[in-house]
């Protein structure tokens, strides 16, 4: 029972790359949620979804898209990174009590 | 949306000290929880409570709903303790906000 992972643990990208993050779950959890974290804040949600097939978003979309492949995985995806994407992006799994991924680590350059 | 403000924002202790962690959220909440970011960066859920007391070997944790607030209470403080306290709250069905954390230093 691995909970939630996360793929790729850390990333470094050039302004106007793109690239996916992988997240999955093993809980049977319908909602699923990306957040991203900056230095000396708390977490800010960017995406969730509520269950296969609906997606919403959080505070924070813009500059991202996601895709809930399935009731497992649930990917993010940056189209034109850019410096201000850089943070670490943490997964989370379950409606009421959440549980968090170990991170990806995203450096734009 | 709702606010959630953590105090105090930094803390240093000396270790076997004991603290108590506080989450004021400004509106009403379905739950609550409590994390623990450990200085590798992983979020470690330490309490899912809405309402209620509830207590986990040296760490327990209140919330009052009705007064929109929880606190957690570290005791005999170890400096494994160390880290960032998160509270995070839910409301409506998905919308989970999250304070900016509590950074507790344990020292020898």
């Known amino acids: 029972n691995a909970g939630v992972t996360q793929t790729p643990k850390f990333q470094v990208l050039k302004t106007g790359q793109s690239m996916t993050l992988q997240c999955a779950q093993d809980m049977n959890h319908n909602s699923m949620y990306w957040y991203r974290q900056d230095p000396g804040m708390g977490l800010r949600l960017i995406y969730y979804s509520a269950s296969e097939g609906t997606t919403d978003k959080g505070e924070v979309p813009n500059g991202y898209n996601v895709s809930r492949l399935n009731k497992r995985e649930f990917s993010l995806r940056l189209e034109s990174a850019a410096p201000s994407q850089t943070s670490v992006y943490f997964c989370?799994?379950?409606?009421?009590?959440?549980?968090f991924g170990p991170g990806t680590r995203l450096t734009v350059l | 949306g709702i606010q959630v403000e953590q105090s105090p924002p930094d803390l240093i202790l000396q270790e076997g000290a004991n603290s108590t962690l506080r989450c004021n959220f400004s509106d009403s909440v379905n739950n609550l929880q409590w994390f623990h970011q450990n200085p590798w960066g992983q979020l470690i859920n330490l309490f899912y409570i809405p309402s209620g007391t509830k207590q986990n070997g040296r760490l327990s944790a209140t919330t009052v709903a009705t007064e929109r607030y929880s606190l957690l209470y570290i005791s005999s403080s170890q400096t494994t303790d160390s880290g960032v306290y998160f509270c995070?709250?839910?409301?409506?069905?998905?919308?989970?906000?999250f304070g900016i954390g509590t950074k507790l230093q344990v020292i020898p």
């Open positions: 989370a799994s379950g409606a009421n009590e959440q549980f």
């Open positions: 995070a709250v839910r409301e409506g069905y998905q919308k989970v906000t």
